[in-house]
C-alpha cells in the first residue's frame, strides 16, 4: 500500500483553505493509503507561539482534524514533535541543503519580510538580502525559517511517502522535498528515498481564495472563514466580500473579486446553484447580494455539522490524548525503522 502524509501547522482553527485544499483530499485517501496526518508543531515555532497558545493551537488541530472525519483508526494522526527522528533526518538533510537554494524560495522571501517588517514595494527581492545581512535591523530572521522546506522534505521522507496532499500554495516547497529526496539519493549512491508528489483529489492543485478581493484565504491574509464560526459570522464574513457593480456587456469576463466569488461557490454549493449564479453574470442580470446570501448559506450548511462535532471532541481530553499517543507510537516506529536505515548509509551505528 502506497504512503501518504501531509501536515497543517496549528497556527488557529482550521479554514476552508485548509478543509478543501487538504483535510478533504485526507479522508478519501485514508481508506486507500497508509496515511500519516500530523500537527507541525515545530513548523510553528518559526512564530514563537507562547507555549500555553501552542498547546492551545495543537489541541484545536487534533480536535477539527478528528471532526472533519480523519478517523486514528484508519490514519495515523500524531504531532511533529512527538517524532523525534523527524529532527534527526531534518540535520543530516540540512547539511546538503545549500543556503542560496533555500533563501531563493517564495515563501521563504515572504516570511522573511514579515520577520523584518519591510513591505514588499516591487518585485526586486534585494530588500531581503540587503536587511536579513544588515547588523543595525533589531528584527532578524530565523534559521528555522530558513530551514523550513528541508524540516518538511524530513516530514515526508521519513516515512517514505510518495504521495503528500497539499494545496497549491506547496508547491515550492513540494519541489524542495524531491530534490532534497534525489540528493540523499545521489550523495550516498543509494536508490533509498522515493521522490514524493503533491497530490490532488480533483486533478489540479487548489488555491480556495480570500473574499477579500485577491489572492488566497489564509489565516495571516486575515480573511480566513473558520469551519468553527457559526452561522451569524459567517454571514458577515461573506456579505462583506469585495464584488462591483455587475457586468455592463453579456459574457464578459469576471474581474478577480468576482471570479472568486465563483469559485468558492463553486466549492461549498451544488452545480445548479453555480449555474443559476453564471448565467444570471452572464445575463448581467447578476445581484450580488443574493448570491452572497446564498454563498453564505451553503457555507454555513457545510460548516455545521463540523462545528458541532468540534465542540463535543474539544470537551474529550481523554479521547483526544488517547488518539495522540497511539499516533505517536506508530509514527515514531515507522520513522525508527528509517532511521536506522539512515544512519547505517551515513556511516553511523544504525542502533
Ligand atoms: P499550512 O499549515 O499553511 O496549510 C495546511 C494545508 O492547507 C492548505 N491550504 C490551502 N489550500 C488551498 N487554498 C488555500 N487558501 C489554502 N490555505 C492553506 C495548504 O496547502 C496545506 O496543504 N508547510 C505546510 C505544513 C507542512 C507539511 C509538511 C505539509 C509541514 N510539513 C509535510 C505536507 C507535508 C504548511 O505550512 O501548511
Not at 507555549?51 to 484545536?60: D, G
Not at 540587503?130 to 528584527?139: A, C, L, T, V
Not at 471570479?259 to 444570471?280: C, G, H, P, Q, R
Amino acid at each position: 500500500m502506497e504512503t501518504v502524509v501531509s501536515g497543517i501547522r496549528p497556527t488557529g482553527n482550521l479554514h476552508l483553505g485548509n478543509y478543501f485544499g487538504a483535510v478533504k483530499s485526507f479522508l478519501q485517501m485514508q481508506d486507500e493509503y497508509n496515511c500519516y496526518f500530523f500537527i507541525a508543531d515545530w513548523h510553528s515555532l518559526t512564530t514563537h507561539p507562547h507555549p500555553e497558545n501552542l498547546r492551545k493551537s495543537v489541541k484545536t488541530i487534533l480536535s477539527e482534524y478528528l471532526a472533519c472525519g480523519i478517523d486514528p483508526e484508519k490514519a495515523t494522526i500524531y504531532m511533529q514533535s512527538d517524532v523525534r527522528e523527524v529532527a534527526e533526518l531534518y540535520l543530516y538533510l540540512n547539511m546538503n541543503a545549500g543556503i542560496g537554494e533555500l533563501m531563493r524560495t517564495a515563501s521563504f522571501k515572504d516570511k522573511a519580510r514579515q520577520q523584518l517588517h519591510i513591505n514588499r514595494d516591487s518585485n526586486d527581492d534585494s530588500d531581503v538580502e540587503k536587511e536579513i545581512f544588515n547588523e543595525g535591523n533589531k528584527h532578524s530572521v530565523s534559521a528555522g525559517l530558513l530551514t523550513y522546506p528541508t524540516l518538511m522534505a524530513a516530514d515526508i521522507i521519513i516515512h517514505k511517502a510518495l504521495k503528500v496532499p497539499v494545496g497549491k500554495d506547496q508547491e515550492q516547497n513540494m519541489e524542495m522535498a524531491r530534490r532534497f529526496a534525489r540528493r540523499f539519493n545521489s550523495t550516498y549512491n543509494v536508490d533509498f528515498f522515493p521522490e514524493p508528489a503533491s497530490f490532488h483529489m480533483s486533478a489540479k492543485a487548489i488555491k480556495v481564495p480570500g473574499l477579500d478581493g485577491s489572492g488566497k484565504m489564509g489565516k495571516s491574509e486575515g480573511n480566513a472563514i473558520y469551519l468553527v464560526d457559526d452561522e451569524k459570522t459567517i454571514k458577515k464574513k461573506v456579505m462583506k466580500a469585495v464584488s462591483d457593480a455587475g457586468p455592463t456587456e453579456p459574457n464578459s469576463i469576471k474581474p478577480e473579486p468576482i471570479a472568486n466569488l465563483f469559485t468558492m461557490m463553486e466549492i461549498v454549493s451544488t452545480k445548479d446553484t453555480y449555474d443559476y449564479f453564471n448565467e444570471k453574470y452572464n445575463n448581467c442580470e447578476i445581484r450580488y447580494g443574493d448570491m452572497k446570501k446564498q454563498l453564505a448559506e451553503d457555507i454555513n450548511s457545510f460548516c455545521a455539522p463540523i462545528r458541532e462535532r468540534i465542540l463535543d471532541i474539544a470537551a474529550n481530553d481523554d479521547y483526544l490524548n488517547r488518539v495522540a499517543r497511539m499516533g505517536a507510537e506508530r509514527a515514531s516506529e515507522n520513522a525508527a525503522k528509517t532511521l536506522r536505515e539512515v544512519r547505517e548509509i551515513i556511516g553511523f551505528r544504525a542502533d
